[in-house]
Nanobody, 122 residues
Framework: QLQMKESGGGSVQPGGSLRLSCTPS????????VAWFRQVSGKEREGVAC????????HYADSVKVRFTISRDNAKETVYLQMDSLLPADSGVYFC???????????????WGQGTQVTVSS
C-alpha cells in the first residue's frame, strides 16, 4: 500500500510562508506523479498542486497559482510545497499523494498520509 508522510505545517500570519515536505513510505518516487491536497473541516479534500510524472507538466488550482510552488527531489525522495503570501483561506490539513498515472486526474491519487495542519491567522 502506498503511503506518504507529510511535515512542515504550522501557524503563520497572513502574508507569511511555509514549506511543506513529503516522503513516500514503502516505495520510491521514481516516475510516480505527485500532488498536494488540502482539506478544511466539513469540506471535501481538494487538489492544490500536481507534478505529473517525474518531469511535469505542473498544474495548480486557481486559488493558489503564483503563490504556491510544487517541486520534487527524487534523489532525496522528497516532494515539497512552497507556500507564499498565505491567506486565512489557505488554512487546512495538507496531504501529499502519489499516483502511478503519468497524466493523472485528481481522483487518480490514492496514496495518503496523516496530513499536516496549516493555520493562517493573525
Amino acid at each position: 500500500q502506498l503511503q506518504m508522510k507529510e511535515s512542515g505545517g504550522g501557524s503563520v500570519q497572513p502574508g507569511g510562508s511555509l514549506r511543506l515536505s513529503c516522503t513516500p513510505s514503502g516505495f520510491r518516487l521514481g516516475l510516480y506523479s505527485v500532488a498536494w491536497f488540502r482539506q478544511v473541516s466539513g469540506k471535501e479534500r481538494e487538489g492544490v498542486a500536481c507534478f505529473a510524472g517525474d518531469s511535469g507538466p505542473i498544474h495548480y488550482a486557481d486559488s493558489v497559482k503564483v503563490r504556491f510552488t510544487i517541486s520534487r527531489d527524487n534523489a532525496k525522495e522528497t516532494v515539497y510545497l512552497q507556500m507564499d503570501s498565505l491567506l486565512p483561506a489557505d488554512s487546512g490539513v495538507y496531504f501529499c499523494s502519489a499516483s502511478r498515472f503519468h497524466q493523472p486526474g485528481w481522483s487518480d491519487f490514492t496514496a495518503w498520509g496523516q496530513g499536516t495542519q496549516v493555520t493562517v491567522s493573525s
